[in-house]
Each structure stands twice: as structure tokens, then as C-alpha cells.
């Protein structure tokens, strides 16, 4: 048996004797430790995240905040021909393409309206409907006009989101439609043909390829937040309901919506033609899925076919392998159809002390060439909101764009269709990926989910309408 | 009386204590102390006092994001928060992170840091490399973490698998009962380095001959530990168990650049919820989100005052 040790008590010439290394040994070492540590973090992961302009003191300066594009060309050629408006007009435009999710790009744009620090131009992002109608962004009608009759008019869309009571507010860049990606080569392997005549034939495609032992899936849509209205509220539609009426009511837990959720979270639970991960991808999972081979389709805007073009790949020939096209419809009498973001559109800040030299920064952004080719940077993430623009042989002659303006651009609708876009509509958006999730984890029924999904926008509905 | 015939009076100047004017005027030295205090206790109230007191006011109002205006809504904010199951599912999940989180940074710290203690070559370069985790942005940390657990990658399963540790690949953050876990793996990863640094500084001063005496004593090693390296720590212990308990407690970066929360709520503590709240779910109520910031502050303070009722009471007891 072990002796019992009594704790001995340290005098300070002890404390302080010299043991093994120094302490200035030690401090030496942490001080090395520490400069590592700050090189590690001097040397970004990513690309610089923030185009800043340096500017001269004495020059006057218009201020632009947009969201990073997931292009980073499109904030390259959005910079430069800023740059160029502003030396038109002797101005320097300090542009800011701000990282992060629409939700944290808002959270910034609230925290300046707040402060009165709004820039002089900015893209209001989720929160367009609430600066227009509060008063925040400086009408542009003229501006609007201008820019309609130079390209052949606005998009519907963009006149749903943009304008209020017929005065138009921002300007729209383009939309970023949800399609299919479709890995045509297995498809065919698999003894089934594009496009899919139903969502029957595309689960049967599921059922066919999906190895699970080989990680590998015949689909691959998401169940968790991001991407998640994207996936389920097309396929509402295609049941033949809505998340609201054309009055604004809220219909989520109408039989139609718990038919489609039933039907969707039965790909994850019952066929299990999905990696059991999407239920908490983060934005890109899908992206990654399809672009190293793990699924054989994803839903996502075009994103996916940006990379494919980039080359960001493993899979060799993927874009010739690549099939685009929108959700298979439900029934025949039931068309498909997609959803789109609202946009990224660019409006002036009501306190703007240089409202004119704005307007003119934005007419030359959307002048027929530089808008063009801002599309072009897009490589197929950006769909005109120009209707002229869809003449460009970039958009009429490529094989994929061309896929996508003819059967994705004209069935596209916003988030809040079919009721009138409102701060509500525009900002409840985080349902669906709960009630996927509520199904698929903790069991709940797809009528019990729909439900919750229902008392949820009801409740953001009465957080702004004040009861 | 002139002031030369009361000075007269009075040569040792016993009156002026009973003087009002006199009992008013503070010493040189405390106005200018005042004086030094000002410039920190204006950047404390402005950076710590003001948004704390903002979170308080606008948790007793409804503001929406981006939203202008702001009625008045009393406390109908907490009523609505507490009587919802999510804050209290929030709450348990933050304890049981934290506590799980503390205790293994804990042992990993103190392993490391007796390892650290010993003479051996290469010692230094341990030191430093030991700090990496803790130096490395959290960004960085964390979408590496998320590349070796993502299931397209599979690089920590292939290894495991390699190592026949597992069998099949385990789908670390798609599964409610593997993400939390893995959100604590990369969390303890991150911060035990402090707590190995932090000991290593309290076990250095140790003298040599203490550890001699012990082990003519006949103590072994982990008698050595218990009664001659943990009591010389322990005061630093315990500060470092409560730093890092604030600190796991408001974790937010790890888990929310890991999870988002996900799947479902599994790793939803409270500081993502109240983010969840107030910039993601519904109608952005950043009222609500301040509610759960506000709930939030008792909680650490019950927690930060157990741990130093639990040091002082240890103080005492040696004492």
C-alpha cells in the first residue's frame, strides 16, 4: 500500500528555481509558435473577400455594396466598369462585394440603415421589400425605363420584385433559376432517356443507379436549410399547391403541400436514393455531389454548371455529360414548374447626397455591352432580366444556356408567387428545410410538419403586420 | 476670526476635518486616479455596457430586420422564448457541449501539459506545435475539420477504416447522434491548447527536488501528480476551467461553420439559436434573438459564480 504523501509547501526560491528549458526559453518558443500562427492566418484560404478601391483624399466618392456573386468574375467586371462610370462623371465608386448569406448581408444593410451609413448604391438583397416600402431607396423610374427600352424590356419577374405600385426601385441584374443537373451518360447506362417524362420516371432512375455500398445516388437534393425552398417549393407547385393564394393567405398545410413534402422526404426515408448527408448540407453539399460523381443530378441554380465549365472537376468531359432541365412534371396536367431567387438588384439609398451621379453609375452598368457581358461573366449562374439580352448568341446558340432559356426561364417563378411579393413572403424562407428535416429526424408526420411550417410564416406574417 | 488667526488656533489643523468644504475635496491623488479610470471605464461602458443595455432594450420590444420601426411589447418576448420547448432543448444541449467539452479539454490540457513539463528532446518544438490549433484562424480550423468529415471526402473514415477502428463509414455530421460529438471533437481540438500552455506555465515554477522528496516518500507517479502537481496548479486550473467555460458556453464559430445547428436542432445551442432567431429562421425577430442573448447572461453568471464559491471554498479549506 502506497504511503500517503503530504503536500509540501514552496518557498520563493523554489518557485522561482530554473527547471529544465528557461523561461525565456519558453516565451521564445510561444513567440515562434505565435508568428506561425499569424502567417497561417495572412494567408487567405480564399481570394481576397473585399474589393476595395484606394481613392484619392480630394476625390468625391459614391459608395456601392454588393453581395460576392458566386462568379468572382462578375465582381471583377461589376468593380471595373464601376470604376469606369465613376471617371465619367469624376468620381471614384468604392466598391464592396461583401461575403456571407443573404441573411448575414442584410443583418450588415439593417446595422447601417440604423446608423445612417447606408452606401450610395446597394443591392437590398432579402430585404428589398421592406426598404421600398419604408421608405429607404430613392424611386428611379426614369432610370428603370431607360434602361427597359434599351434591352427589350424588363422580365416579369423582375417587374413583380422591383417595382412598387409601378414605380420601379432597383434595378435587377438577372435571375439564378433552380434546374436539374443531369449526368446524361448514366442516365442512358441505366436504360432511361432525357428528359424525364415524370417524377415517377426520374425516382425509377433513382432506384436504378443508386449504390449506396459505392457511395454512389441516383439524386441528390437537399434536406436541410440552405437550397431548401428550392427543392420543395417546386415540387408544391408541381402537386398542384402553394405556400400562399393569390390573396396572400398562407395555404402550407393545404393537402397538395403534405402530399408533396410526403413524397419528397420519401426519397430520403423510404427509397434512400439520396446520401443520407444532404439532410445537413451546407450550400455547396449538393454542388460537391454532383461535381465529384457522388450523385448523378442535382437541383441548384447554375452554379453547378458554372464549375462544370470552369473545369472544377475530377469527372473528365462533364459538361458534355451534363443534361439541364426543370423539376419532370407531376402529371401532365400539372406542368413543371422552377423557382427562382427574387434577383440581385441594385437600387439607390434615399439619402444618397449624390442621388444623380448614382443613377448615372447605374445606367451605365445596365448599357446594353457592359450588361451583356456581365451575363457572360456569369457562366450560366446569371439569367438576363432584360428580355433583349436572351438574343445574344451566348444565350441562343450555347448548348446549355440555350437548355435553360427554353424550358427553365419560362416557367420560372419568385418565392412568393403567386401571392404579391411582401417583406413577409420574402423573408420567411427557412420552413421548408424544417419541416424536411422534422419528417426525416424526428418523425414527425408530413401533415404535422406542414403544419408547424404553416404556424411558422404565420408567425413572421404577424411579427410584421403586428397581429 | 482671519484664516492666519483660526491657523493660529488651530496650528494642527483638526478643524478643518470637521470642515464641509474640506470633507468634500478629495485628495490629488484620488481625482487623478478618477481621472486615469475615465478613458477605460468610457470603453468599457461604450463597447460592453451599450450593447448589453441595446440587447435588454430591444428583447422588450418586436425589431425585425431591416424593419424601421419598433413597438413596445413589454416582456411578451420572454414569455413567448421560455414557453417555447426550443430555448430549454437549447439550453440542455449548450450544457451538455460545454460540460462534456471543458472536462476533455481538461485531461487532454494536463496530459499534454506534464508531457510538455518533462525534459526531452524536441521539447520546444512541441511546445509551439502544440499552441497550432489554438493560433489557427477559426475558419481555417474549421472548414479543414469539415473536409476530413464530409462524406464525399471521407478522409477521416478512410483513415479510421484503415485503422479497422470502423467497419462501415459513419456519417459524422449527417447523424443527429454523431454531429454533436463531432462538433466537441473540433471544439476540444481548438482549445485545449490553453489549457496545456495555461498548466504547463503553473507546473514550470515547480522545483525539481519537490517531485526528489515525493518519491523517497515513496510516491508513485500518480501520487507525485495528485499531491504535488495538481495542488500547485489547481488555482490556475480553475481559472482556466472558468475562462473556458464562458468561452464554451458562447461558442458559436465552431459550431455554426461545422452544422448551421443541423441536423434538425442537434447542435442548436443557445448562441446559435438566438442567431437563428434573430438573422435566419422566420421573420428575422432580432427582439427574439436578444431574448435568448439576455437568458443566456444569468445562466454564465450562476455557472462563473458556482466555480468561484467552489475555488474559495477549496482556498479555505487549505488555508
Same mark, same amino acid.
Given at each position: 500500500?502506497?504511503?500517503?504523501?503530504?503536500?509540501?509547501?514552496?518557498?520563493?526560491?523554489?518557485?522561482?528555481?530554473?527547471?529544465?528549458?528557461?523561461?525565456?526559453?519558453?516565451?521564445?518558443?510561444?513567440?515562434?509558435?505565435?508568428?506561425?500562427?499569424?502567417?497561417?492566418?495572412?494567408?487567405?484560404?480564399?481570394?481576397?473577400?473585399?474589393?476595395?478601391?484606394?481613392?484619392?483624399?480630394?476625390?468625391?466618392?459614391?459608395?456601392?455594396?454588393?453581395?460576392?456573386?458566386?462568379?468572382?468574375?462578375?465582381?471583377?467586371?461589376?468593380?471595373?466598369?464601376?470604376?469606369?462610370?465613376?471617371?465619367?462623371?469624376?468620381?471614384?465608386?468604392?466598391?464592396?462585394?461583401?461575403?456571407?448569406?443573404?441573411?448575414?448581408?442584410?443583418?450588415?444593410?439593417?446595422?447601417?440603415?440604423?446608423?445612417?451609413?447606408?452606401?450610395?448604391?446597394?443591392?437590398?438583397?432579402?430585404?428589398?421589400?421592406?426598404?421600398?416600402?419604408?421608405?429607404?431607396?430613392?424611386?428611379?423610374?426614369?432610370?428603370?425605363?431607360?434602361?427597359?427600352?434599351?434591352?427589350?424590356?424588363?422580365?416579369?419577374?423582375?417587374?413583380?420584385?422591383?417595382?412598387?405600385?409601378?414605380?420601379?426601385?432597383?434595378?435587377?441584374?438577372?435571375?439564378?433559376?433552380?434546374?436539374?443537373?443531369?449526368?446524361?451518360?448514366?442516365?442512358?447506362?441505366?436504360?432511361?432517356?432525357?428528359?424525364?417524362?415524370?417524377?415517377?420516371?426520374?425516382?425509377?432512375?433513382?432506384?436504378?443507379?443508386?449504390?449506396?455500398?459505392?457511395?454512389?445516388?441516383?439524386?441528390?437534393?437537399?434536406?436541410?436549410?440552405?437550397?431548401?425552398?428550392?427543392?420543395?417549393?417546386?415540387?408544391?407547385?408541381?402537386?398542384?399547391?402553394?405556400?400562399?393564394?393569390?390573396?396572400?393567405?398562407?395555404?402550407?398545410?393545404?393537402?397538395?403541400?403534405?402530399?408533396?413534402?410526403?413524397?419528397?422526404?420519401?426519397?430520403?426515408?423510404?427509397?434512400?436514393?439520396?446520401?443520407?448527408?444532404?439532410?445537413?448540407?451546407?450550400?455547396?453539399?449538393?454542388?460537391?455531389?454532383?461535381?465529384?460523381?457522388?450523385?448523378?443530378?442535382?437541383?441548384?441554380?447554375?452554379?453547378?454548371?458554372?464549375?462544370?465549365?470552369?473545369?472544377?472537376?475530377?469527372?473528365?468531359?462533364?459538361?458534355?455529360?451534363?443534361?439541364?432541365?426543370?423539376?419532370?412534371?407531376?402529371?401532365?396536367?400539372?406542368?413543371?414548374?422552377?423557382?427562382?431567387?427574387?434577383?440581385?438588384?441594385?437600387?439607390?439609398?434615399?439619402?444618397?447626397?449624390?442621388?444623380?451621379?448614382?443613377?448615372?453609375?447605374?445606367?451605365?452598368?445596365?448599357?446594353?455591352?457592359?450588361?451583356?457581358?456581365?451575363?457572360?461573366?456569369?457562366?450560366?449562374?446569371?439569367?438576363?432580366?432584360?428580355?433583349?439580352?436572351?438574343?445574344?448568341?451566348?444565350?441562343?446558340?450555347?448548348?446549355?444556356?440555350?437548355?435553360?432559356?427554353?424550358?427553365?426561364?419560362?416557367?420560372?417563378?419568385?418565392?412568393?408567387?403567386?401571392?404579391?411579393?411582401?417583406?413577409?413572403?420574402?423573408?420567411?424562407?427557412?420552413?421548408?428545410?424544417?419541416?424536411?428535416?422534422?419528417?426525416?429526424?424526428?418523425?414527425?408526420?408530413?401533415?404535422?410538419?406542414?403544419?408547424?411550417?404553416?404556424?411558422?410564416?404565420?408567425?413572421?406574417?404577424?411579427?410584421?403586420?403586428?397581429? | 476670526?482671519?484664516?492666519?488667526?483660526?491657523?493660529?488656533?488651530?496650528?494642527?489643523?483638526?478643524?478643518?476635518?470637521?470642515?464641509?468644504?474640506?470633507?468634500?475635496?478629495?485628495?490629488?491623488?484620488?481625482?487623478?486616479?478618477?481621472?486615469?479610470?475615465?478613458?477605460?471605464?468610457?470603453?468599457?461602458?461604450?463597447?460592453?455596457?451599450?450593447?448589453?443595455?441595446?440587447?435588454?432594450?430591444?428583447?422588450?420590444?418586436?425589431?425585425?430586420?431591416?424593419?424601421?420601426?419598433?413597438?413596445?411589447?413589454?416582456?411578451?418576448?420572454?414569455?413567448?422564448?421560455?414557453?417555447?420547448?426550443?430555448?430549454?432543448?437549447?439550453?440542455?444541449?449548450?450544457?451538455?457541449?460545454?460540460?462534456?467539452?471543458?472536462?476533455?479539454?481538461?485531461?487532454?490540457?494536463?496530459?499534454?501539459?506534464?508531457?510538455?513539463?518533462?525534459?526531452?528532446? %524536441?521539447?520546444?518544438?512541441?511546445?509551439?506545435? &502544440?499552441? #497550432? =490549433?489554438?493560433?489557427? *484562424?477559426? /475558419?481555417?480550423?474549421? $472548414? +479543414?475539420?469539415?473536409?476530413?468529415?464530409?462524406?464525399?471526402?471521407?478522409?477521416?473514415?478512410?483513415?479510421?477504416?484503415?485503422?479497422?477502428?470502423?467497419?462501415?463509414?459513419?456519417?459524422?455530421?449527417?447523424?443527429?447522434?454523431?454531429?454533436?460529438?463531432?462538433?466537441?471533437?473540433?471544439?476540444?481540438?481548438?482549445?485545449?491548447?490553453?489549457?496545456?500552455?495555461?498548466?504547463?506555465?503553473?507546473?514550470?515554477?515547480?522545483?525539481?527536488?519537490?517531485?526528489?522528496?515525493?518519491?523517497?516518500?515513496?510516491? %508513485?507517479?500518480?501520487?507525485?501528480?495528485?499531491? &504535488?502537481? #495538481? =495542488?500547485?496548479?489547481? *488555482?490556475? /486550473?480553475?481559472?482556466? $476551467? +472558468?475562462?473556458?467555460?464562458?468561452?464554451?458556453?458562447?461558442?458559436?464559430?465552431?459550431?455554426?461553420?461545422?452544422?448551421?445547428?443541423?441536423?434538425?436542432?442537434?447542435?442548436?445551442?443557445?448562441?446559435?439559436?438566438?442567431?437563428?432567431?434573430?438573422?435566419?429562421?422566420?421573420?428575422?425577430?432580432?427582439?427574439?434573438?436578444?431574448?435568448?442573448?439576455?437568458?443566456?447572461?444569468?445562466?454564465?453568471?450562476?455557472?462563473?459564480?458556482?466555480?468561484?464559491?467552489?475555488?474559495?471554498?477549496?482556498?479555505?479549506?487549505?488555508?
Amino acid at each position: 500500500m502506497a504511503e500517503k504523501v503530504s503536500v509540501i509547501e514552496m518557498n520563493d526560491d523554489q518557485r522561482s528555481a530554473p527547471k529544465g528549458h528557461s523561461r525565456r526559453q519558453f516565451l521564445r518558443t510561444a513567440a515562434i509558435a505565435g508568428g506561425a500562427g499569424l502567417l497561417t492566418a495572412a494567408c487567405p484560404a480564399q481570394p481576397p473577400q473585399t474589393v476595395t478601391v484606394e481613392v484619392p483624399a480630394e476625390q468625391m466618392v459614391l459608395r456601392m455594396w454588393t453581395t460576392r456573386f458566386f462568379n468572382p468574375n462578375i465582381n471583377l467586371h461589376l468593380n471595373e466598369e464601376a470604376q469606369n462610370a465613376g471617371r465619367a462623371i469624376g468620381f471614384a465608386v468604392d466598391v464592396q462585394a461583401i461575403p456571407g448569406s443573404f441573411q448575414e448581408f442584410a443583418a450588415k444593410l439593417s446595422a447601417a440603415a440604423e446608423a445612417g451609413t447606408l452606401p450610395d448604391i446597394f443591392s437590398p438583397q432579402i430585404a428589398t421589400q421592406i426598404f421600398m416600402r419604408d421608405g429607404r431607396m430613392l424611386p428611379i423610374q426614369e432610370v428603370w425605363d431607360e434602361v427597359g427600352e434599351g434591352l427589350g424590356g424588363w422580365h416579369p419577374t423582375a417587374e413583380r420584385n422591383f417595382t412598387l405600385d409601378g414605380v420601379g426601385y432597383c434595378l435587377d441584374i438577372g435571375f439564378a433559376p433552380a434546374f436539374m443537373h443531369i449526368r446524361e451518360d448514366l442516365v442512358e447506362e441505366a436504360g432511361f432517356s432525357l428528359p424525364f417524362s415524370d417524377l415517377e420516371e426520374m425516382l425509377a432512375f433513382g432506384l436504378a443507379y443508386t449504390n449506396a455500398d459505392e457511395n454512389l445516388y441516383g439524386l441528390g437534393f437537399a434536406y436541410g436549410l440552405p437550397d431548401d425552398l428550392m427543392h420543395l417549393q417546386p415540387l408544391m407547385w408541381a402537386f398542384g399547391g402553394a405556400a400562399f393564394n393569390e390573396e396572400g393567405d398562407i395555404t402550407l398545410d393545404s393537402p397538395e403541400n403534405i402530399e408533396a413534402l410526403q413524397w419528397y422526404t420519401d426519397l430520403y426515408t423510404v427509397h434512400e436514393v439520396v446520401p443520407p448527408a444532404a439532410v445537413n448540407w451546407e450550400g455547396g453539399g449538393n454542388n460537391q455531389g454532383y461535381l465529384t460523381g457522388q450523385i448523378a443530378m442535382a437541383m441548384n441554380p447554375g452554379s453547378i454548371l458554372a464549375a462544370v465549365r470552369r473545369g472544377d472537376t475530377p469527372i473528365e468531359d462533364l459538361l458534355d455529360k451534363t443534361y439541364v432541365a426543370p423539376w419532370p412534371q407531376r402529371t401532365p396536367e400539372v406542368g413543371p414548374q422552377t423557382q427562382t431567387e427574387a434577383g440581385q438588384a441594385f437600387g439607390i439609398n434615399k439619402e444618397s447626397q449624390f442621388p444623380d451621379e448614382a443613377q448615372d453609375v447605374l445606367r451605365h452598368l445596365w448599357s446594353p455591352d457592359i450588361y451583356i457581358k456581365m451575363m457572360q461573366m456569369g457562366q450560366s449562374y446569371l439569367f438576363p432580366a432584360l428580355m433583349g439580352a436572351y438574343e445574344d448568341p451566348y444565350f441562343s446558340e450555347d448548348r446549355w444556356n440555350k437548355q435553360v432559356v427554353e424550358n427553365v426561364v419560362p416557367i420560372m417563378r419568385d418565392e412568393s408567387w403567386p401571392a404579391t411579393p411582401a417583406p413577409w413572403t420574402s423573408l420567411w424562407g427557412t420552413w421548408a428545410g424544417k419541416a424536411t428535416s422534422r419528417v426525416i429526424l424526428d418523425g414527425l408526420s408530413a401533415a404535422e410538419a406542414m403544419k408547424e411550417a404553416h404556424d411558422i410564416v404565420a408567425q413572421a406574417r404577424e411579427d410584421f403586420l403586428g397581429g | 476670526m482671519t484664516q492666519a488667526g483660526a491657523e493660529r488656533a488651530d496650528p494642527g489643523g483638526t478643524r478643518g476635518l470637521t470642515d464641509p468644504k474640506s470633507r468634500l475635496r478629495l485628495p490629488t491623488e484620488t481625482v487623478l486616479g478618477i481621472a486615469l479610470m475615465i478613458p477605460a471605464l468610457a470603453t468599457i461602458i461604450g463597447l460592453i455596457g451599450y450593447p448589453t443595455l441595446y440587447a435588454i432594450w430591444i428583447s422588450l420590444h418586436t425589431k425585425l430586420l431591416a424593419v424601421r420601426d419598433m413597438p413596445f411589447v413589454g416582456l411578451e418576448n420572454y414569455v413567448t422564448v421560455l414557453s417555447q420547448g426550443n430555448f430549454w432543448h437549447a439550453l440542455g444541449r449548450t450544457i451538455y457541449f460545454t460540460v462534456v467539452s471543458v472536462a476533455i479539454k481538461v485531461c487532454i490540457g494536463m496530459a499534454t501539459a506534464l508531457v510538455l513539463n518533462e525534459n526531452w528532446p %524536441g521539447r520546444g518544438l512541441a511546445r509551439a506545435a &502544440v499552441l #497550432l =490549433p489554438w493560433a489557427l *484562424p477559426p /475558419l481555417t480550423a474549421v $472548414v +479543414t475539420w469539415r473536409f476530413l468529415f464530409n462524406d464525399t471526402t471521407n478522409v477521416l473514415n478512410y483513415i479510421l477504416i484503415k485503422a479497422h477502428l470502423i467497419e462501415k463509414p459513419i456519417l459524422w455530421l449527417a447523424k443527429a447522434e454523431y454531429a454533436m460529438p463531432s462538433a466537441i471533437i473540433v471544439g476540444v481540438w481548438q482549445g485545449f491548447p490553453f489549457f496545456a500552455i495555461t498548466l504547463l506555465a503553473g507546473l514550470s515554477p515547480i522545483p525539481d527536488n519537490l517531485y526528489d522528496a515525493a518519491k523517497v516518500d515513496g510516491a %508513485g507517479i500518480i501520487h507525485r501528480f495528485l499531491y &504535488v502537481s #495538481l =495542488p500547485a496548479v489547481f *488555482p490556475v /486550473l480553475m481559472v482556466a $476551467v +472558468t475562462l473556458s467555460t464562458i468561452w464554451t458556453f458562447n461558442q458559436f464559430t465552431v459550431i455554426w461553420l461545422l452544422t448551421q445547428g443541423g441536423p434538425g436542432e442537434a447542435t442548436t445551442t443557445l448562441p446559435i439559436a438566438a442567431y437563428q432567431q434573430a438573422f435566419v429562421a422566420g421573420s428575422k425577430n432580432l427582439s427574439r434573438g436578444a431574448v435568448y442573448a439576455v437568458l443566456t447572461f444569468p445562466v454564465l453568471v450562476i455557472l462563473v459564480l458556482l466555480l468561484n464559491h467552489f475555488i474559495s471554498s477549496r482556498e479555505e479549506t487549505e488555508a
